[in-house]
């Protein structure tokens, strides 16, 4: 089968804005080539690989996005949309040169190729993401995410994945009952379920990521995951002792009143995909519902925030 292959080249900070716009526009997967995440694996102390000072220099800083359409598509109405998107964006986040161009390519050439840059990782000190595909010896401490990202978002090498799993790690309690909104690959969910949750429910706008999520249970054998189609209202069940979400700033912002009824008592609500420039615009909204803000984590551009649901009057 043949697809689009659309080309965008942006900054670190607006990556993860691009991606979710594209898979709200009917991405059907994306890659991303970020030279941080290289020079982040090639640095670690315990790297196997070897590179020199000169290709580590060598690598810029610019995010090459490639995202993926069906044949049957529109193309020059897709590359106005996409133009249009990246346009709004910029108001907001440095999106850097935006469109880069399209080709058509086989899908054998792009659904598994980038399988080989993604190696078992520590995301704390505790927690290690493993690809299905790939072995690795577990040490008595070390809890192991199996994680087959498949065409969905997030593989938990960014930034606000890692701040959001240090912070499960900290706030979670045996037998939470948790919400991840937004939840891509299911990553979250899985760390939250592996760290003691009873029940976690996982909600995202995408089909795929929605499979994904369920598929990726099943492999770290995670029975307490129910994953469906929507976004926070949709969900039917009662109210959660927390919520995390690694979104975008907008939606978080929007997300304020859903929040509120959706948390129990003292509920925690983390929030993640924020910039540090709209940091304080998130904590002001929380504020006005009640929320106070307990904690926050600042790596590389992005934020963490820790919220804290305020007790019934």
């Keep these: 089968m043949k697809w689009y292959e659309i080309v965008i080249k942006t900054t670190g900070e607006a990556q993860d804005a691009i991606c979710e716009m594209l ?15 290289i020079r982040r694996e090639v640095l670690r102390q315990d790297s196997l690989d070897y590179f020199d000072e000169e290709f580590i220099n060598s690598l810029g800083d610019v995010v090459v996005i490639k995202a993926y359409f069906s044949q049957e ?17 910029n108001r907001f986040l440095d999106t850097g040169e935006g469109f ?42 070390e809890i192991v995410i199996e994680l ?34 937004g939840c891509g690959t299911g990553i979250l969910s899985i760390i939250a379920s592996k760290l003691g949750a009873s029940h976690i429910t996982s909600v995202d706008i995408d089909d795929v990521a929605v499979k994904i999520t369920k598929e990726n249970s099943i492999i770290n054998k995670v029975e307490n995951i129910h994953a469906i189609k929507g976004v926070l209202n949709n969900i039917q069940e009662g ?11 907008d939606v978080i912002i929007g997300l304020s009143s859903d929040v509120l009824a959706y948390l129990k008592d003292g509920g ?19 504020a006005k519902k009640g ?17 804290k649901c305020p007790d019934s009057l």
Excluded at 291 to 307: H, N, P, R
């Design 23 to 37: 898979s709200s526009i009917g991405s059907a997967g994306f890659s991303i080539e970020d030279p941080d995440d």
């Design 73 to 89: 598509t529109d193309i020059s109405k897709l590359v106005i949309l996409i133009k249009e998107k990246l346009s709004f964006i």
């Design 100 to 141: 880069a161009g399209y080709l058509k390519v086989d899908e054998e050439d792009w659904s598994t190729s980038w399988k080989k840059y993604y190696k078992p990782f520590h995301l704390t000190d505790k927690l290690v993401i493993k690809p299905s595909w790939e072995a690795y010896d577990k040490k008595d401490s």
């Design 148 to 181: 087959d990202p498949g065409m969905a978002f997030g593989t938990g090498t960014h930034e606000t994945t890692s701040m959001c799993s240090r912070l499960l790690e900290k706030y979670i309690n045996k037998d939470d009952r948790v919400i991840d909104v």
């Design 239 to 249: 109210k959660s002792d927390l919520i995390v979400a690694n979104i975008i700033a």
């Design 268 to 286: 925690i609500f983390i929030a993640s995909g924020i910039i540090k420039e709209r940091k304080q615009e998130v904590v002001d909204e929380y």
């Design 291 to 307: 929320f106070s803000c307990t904690e926050v984590l600042e790596q590389g551009e992005w934020v963490a925030i820790v919220l």
